[in-house]
């Protein structure tokens, strides 16, 4: 008998309507419960689903139907995301609170229904409200449906590494404390293998991730960023790792010691056990581009050979956490696999240019208290001036405000197609135009027209701080036509845009100090968050919303909510 917050698993076969076919229907039970845990000589409280750190990982092939019931246990509202996931025509499972749900309260449920359909590889999912993604979050594994294969020799076992942060707090109110003040967060006290943050930290020897391996056979790792704010780089000693994926798409096949990973990035690599019987160090440290880390220890699991009697694993040779150039070498090194499994051509014909200019800013104090950011102010976010908030009204969600054509007082549709100033976006002296330095806060969002193909630079901005953002886009994959630092420049770049194999992705670590440029089809009505995935630049505004509309078809037109969606 499995422990009661195991998830429990039960399959079942059904027949689509829409399409005919024979469908597995792979079903999970979400208990969301507080547990007590212990890390770092330390026990703390936290909010974890099937009493696990990380949650449970979930396997499923690729045009299965994923059911999931959750129940919320836990003192706090919570949403799943199921990050990476195109939701076609299932928006209401999409999961971020208040944009395509109101929250399950405590002692609420809700059942998320969607298929995953031209998808393989390698996504997640994790809690979108608050900071509880800390310790809510799991891998969500997509593996190809019967008859299909992988676009490489199969791998003689697989093993999922999650990447994540641990604090000895309370997640929710380090969150509230910093927003209070204005000011960062508390940076958190470790970083962790598979919830473990390994032996270099202290009261952390029993707390190592440990992967045994047989000489000669070859293991597919599957990455996972669970982190919240830091990107992180990762090795493994002595040993070589080769890409085969980035963010459930198939890429060529790219050789290196060390990778790198913006939170919510997933990297596929083949690992070939081919060094001498012994024991190596799995290992990664923050790639920051701001100062900030109080602690630069790595976090760390064990490579253990089969009948090896070492006790003293190697260490790999990590980068410095300020190596840009080794992170950006990694990053744009990627590029699609053109005509293997799921590859989707880049658009040709583009019907939408953007131009977003974002990064942090001020926001005025307010209230009758005082903050501790720069001048007094509080540190906000934003993007082509417009510092995104939730939708301030609790009667809709904003998907449900589209559905019901009731926008009035949930959102507007009047997001800027560029910054409402032009300006020398990459150059430090900026952050003394105080006129620059504000930004209103709103809930606006773009108006898409259905199966329209979008095109957006991405522009770093230093008015507060230059830093490597991860932008994500929810329910889309994107091709990355090019990146570089500085400002964009549109006369030249777009003649170094690749159109044949770039990487695909469902987040962009922008550079620092630099710029994205990136091209998407709007085929799914919905309103799609695109937003920083550092957790503490969230709240702060970084972010904005796509609303796609309806298209021509009843297959193109958002269906109505489930009846039990959650009530604001």
């Not at 081919?274 to 490579?303: C, E, F, H, K, L």
Request: proline residues 8%; negative net charge; contains cysteine.
């Amino acid at each position: 008998m499995m422990a009661r917050f195991l998830v429990l698993i039960s399959c079942a076969l059904a027949l689509l309507s829409s399409s005919l076919t024979t469908a597995l229907i792979v079903e999970r039970f979400f208990n969301v419960q507080n547990l007590t845990v212990q890390r770092l000589c330390h026990e703390q409280v936290i909010t974890a689903v099937g009493g696990s750190l990380p949650g449970p990982t979930i396997s499923v092939k690729e045009g299965d139907i994923l059911v999931v019931h959750v129940l919320n246990m836990s003192p706090y509202n919570i949403s799943i995301h199921w990050h990476g996931v195109f939701q076609l025509l299932s928006g209401w499972a999409d999961g971020p609170a208040y944009v395509t749900q109101c929250p399950i309260r405590p002692g609420r449920s809700y059942t998320y229904k969607f298929q995953i359909t031209g998808q393989e590889g390698t996504l997640w999912w994790h809690a979108h409200v608050s900071w509880l993604r800390a310790t809510v979050y799991g891998a969500l594994v997509i593996s190809p449906r019967l008859a299909h294969s992988y676009p490489f020799p199969k791998p003689d076992e697989e093993a999922t590494i999650l990447l994540g942060e641990w604090w000895n707090a309370n997640v929710v109110d380090v969150e509230n404390e910093g927003l209070a003040a204005g000011v960062p967060p508390n940076n958190s006290d470790a970083f962790t293998i598979n919830g473990q943050p390994g032996d270099l930290y202290s009261c952390s020897k029993t707390n190592t991730y440990k992967l045994t391996v047989v000489q000669g056979k070859t293991y597919m790792l599957r990455i996972i960023n669970a982190a919240l704010n830091y990107q992180l780089f990762f090795s493994i000693a002595n040993h070589k790792m080769k890409v085969v994926a980035i963010d459930a798409s198939y890429t060529e096949p790219y050789i290196t010691d060390v990778i790198v990973l913006a939170p919510g990035h997933t990297t596929d690599v083949l690992l070939t056990a081919d060094q001498p019987v012994g024991s190596y160090y799995m290992a990664a440290r923050p790639y920051i581009t701001v100062p900030g880390i109080a602690d630069n220890t790595p976090t760390t699991g064990i490579i253990a050979y089969q009948h090896s009697t070492s006790a003293t694993p190697l260490m790999p040779v990590l980068p410095e956490s300020n190596d840009t150039a080794r992170a950006h070498k990694f990053y744009t090194s990627l590029v699609g696999l053109a005509g293997g499994p799921q590859w989707v051509p880049v658009p040709r014909n583009v019907d939408e240019h953007m131009f977003i200019a974002f990064g942090l800013n001020l926001a005025p104090c307010g209230g009758s208290g005082t903050c501790e950011g720069p001048s007094g102010q509080r540190i906000s976010a934003s993007m082509n001036n417009e510092s995104f908030q939730l939708p301030s009204s609790s009667r809709l969600s904003m998907l449900q405000a589209l559905f019901y054509n009731k926008k009035d007082g949930i959102y507007t549709t009047d997001f800027p197609d560029n910054p409402k100033v032009k300006f020398d976006y990459t150059n430090p002296t900026i952050s003394s135009d105080q006129s620059l330095l504000f930004a209103p806060k709103s809930t606006k969002v773009k108006t898409l027209k259905y199966n329209s193909t979008v095109e957006i630079v991405l522009q770093n901005t230093a008015l507060l701080a230059v830093e490597n953002h991860p932008i994500h886009i929810h329910g889309f994959n994107f091709h990355v036509l090019a990146q570089g630092f500085g400002n964009y420049d549109p006369q030249n770049d777009p003649k170094n845009f690749n159109l044949d194999n770039p990487q695909i992705r469902n987040t962009i670590a922008v550079p620092v100090g630099g710029w994205a440029v990136i091209r998407f089809t709007a085929n799914n009505p919905g309103i799609w968050m695109a937003h920083c995935h550092l957790d503490a630049h969230l709240p702060w505004g970084l972010g904005m919303a796509f609303e796609v509309l309806n298209g021509p078809t009843l297959l193109s037109t958002l269906p109505p909510p489930p009846i039990d969606l959650p009530q604001c």
